[in-house]
């Protein structure tokens, strides 16, 4: 553990307290409130300021970079919002077969990959396109197309508010598991850079996703150049409404809404005894016998399809089951209802209950 140096010197709050403007225009989705009070911090020193700022006003805080994976209620924060803007990273340790990156909160995350394949490091390709920082994709443990970071991230510096110190996580204290991890649900720590550990190799990793191997053209537990696997993935995934684009009203989302369901043995018989008839529930058997079961699968066949919308103007992309976009700019309260319309008819299906991927802030399903 390190200490934090005194950062209090100055302010950084980026906006009038009294008006800092709809959280609608830092967000993926396009939704959101006002904040009470608006903070930018362009560096480690200045998150960590801004966190001890709000506490010191007694506020509750929202730490806020990419806004791709969070949905904020129509009545906005009632706190102290930190608009996390650090940028860049730098390697921290290297030998002749791997390289160790130190990446700053705020970086972009996909501009990080795009790095990583120029310079010749594999185990991120796969995660190519996903938008966002580097340093959401620990909280959740993001991943995509048979890779996700846990398998690279060694290491997450971070600010722990019940310490009131800078602490460096290894990756077991992070407790990554499934879309989740020891900062999914908490507010005990504020990310401020993370390490990834990479290999030297011109070719990515083994590719473990039928789709991707698909797309390819190889088999699964091949290797192909890491520029090829970066490009299929973003293809895949503009192909599904998952690459941001203004011009299309399908990306003004969060990605994939739900997770995909994690049943035991009992559970997934009940379900594949349900879809009698629809055929066999896509699923991926996981660690300690349970299956893992296509989300998109079940809201296809409870009858919610692409395209479907809401009477709020919330609506089911028309590339991708699992992503709900706001198209027409409506609300988030509209968004909700429409999440809640599909998990409750995915359960009176199937009996299988859905759970969303994203945050949400000041709103609930």
């Known amino acids: 553990m390190n200490n934090v140096p005194d950062v209090s010197a100055h302010s950084t709050a980026a ?22 009070r ?50 860049g990273h730098r390697v921290l340790a290297e030998d002749d ?54 398998e690279t991230v060694t290491g997450v510096r971070a600010y722990d508010r019940v310490a009131g110190e800078v602490v460096s996580l290894t990756p077991q204290e992070c407790s990554f598991a499934y879309r989740s991890s020891i900062f999914r649900h908490s507010d005990r720590w504020t990310v401020l850079s993370v390490d990834f550990t990479l290999q030297r190799s011109p070719l990515s990793t083994p590719v473990r996703y039928a789709e991707l191997a698909r797309a390819l053209g190889v088999g699964i537990g ?67 016998g349970v299956v893992k079961v296509s989300a998109a699968w079940l809201i296809d066949k409870a009858g919610f399809r692409k395209g479907y919308r809401n009477d709020a103007g919330a609506a089911i992309s028309s590339k991708h089951t699992l992503a709900l976009t706001n198209p027409d700019g409506g609300s988030t309260a509209g968004l909700i209802d429409l999440a809640r319309e599909i998990r409750d008819g995915v359960h009176n299906r199937f ?14 399903l």
């Open 222 to 288: 091949d290797h192909v150049p890491l520029a090829q696997a970066r490009a299929t993935v973003r293809a895949l995934r503009a192909g599904k409404g998952m690459v941001l684009d203004p011009e299309d009203p399908d990306t003004r989302s969060v990605g994939s809404f739900f997770t995909n369901p994690v049943l035991d043995a009992t559970a997934y018989e009940s379900l594949v005894d349900r879809a009698d008839g629809l055929g066999e529930p896509p699923s991926w058997p996981a660690p300690s």
């Open 97 to 150: 077969r791997t390289v160790t990156l130190r990446v700053e909160a705020g970086e972009p995350w996909d501009d990080l990959v795009a790095a990583t394949v120029e310079a010749g490091y594999s185990g991120l390709e796969c995660l190519s396109g996903i938008p966002g920082s580097a340093g959401a994709t620990p909280i959740q443990n993001v991943g995509a197309y048979g890779q996700e970071v846990a």
């Open 38 to 87: 608006l903070v930018v911090a362009e560096d480690s020193d200045e998150i960590v300021q801004g966190v001890r700022e709000a506490e010191s006003l007694g506020q509750p805080v929202l730490v806020l970079a990419g806004g791709s994976n969070v949905v904020i209620g129509d009545d906005g924060f009632p706190g102290t919002v930190i608009l996390v803007r650090s940028r």
């Open 351 to 364: 009996g299988v209950t859905l759970h969303p991927e994203p945050v949400l802030i000041n709103c609930s």
């Open 15 to 36: 906006t009038d307290p009294d008006e800092p403007g709809s959280l609608a225009k830092y967000t993926t989705l396009r939704l959101g409130g006002a904040p009470y």
